[in-house]
């Protein structure tokens, strides 16, 4: 009985292990590669969470209007091995995001690269989540 219950939890550990692993998305399922977007606008909050961070920006439209944009990012890991900090966005930073549009028509990109206030360009993406890779700085 001991070893049934042993082999039971075993095995309910594993499926829950994997519950992250099943929910995460690919790129293709969310986003459209062929539908690029540019964006600059201020900063209004970073989310350094996980499964994938977000950076929120507010852009002016054409016709005045503000929209706040969701663009998603690498996990805060990812970022981070990328160059990336806490401190490197602020709230009111204003920022260029170069990604591609959500597929559902929402105000929500995947984020490629992001230029910051001081002008650097900052690889944004995942290198393993199936989407179009941007051009790093040193790439051109």
Partial sequence: ????????????????AALPVAAHHSFAAEYDGSKPVT??????????IN?????HVDVVGDDGKVVNWSCETAPPNGLYRQGWRRDTLKQ??????????????SH?????????????????????DGGPQAQKPNDK
């Fill in 92 to 105: 009111g930073d204003e920022v260029v995001i170069e990604g591609f549009l959500a597929k559902d028509g």
């Fill in 39 to 48: 964006l600059k606008g201020k900063v209004t909050q970073v989310e350094w």
């Fill in 51 to 55: 499964p994938h961070s977000w950076i």
């Fill in 1 to 16: 009985m001991n070893t049934r219950c042993t082999v039971l939890a075993g095995l309910a550990g594993l499926f829950l």
């Fill in 108 to 128: 929500t990109m995947t984020a490629r690269m992001v230029q910051t206030p001081d002008g650097r360009r900052l690889f944004a993406g995942s290198a393993t």
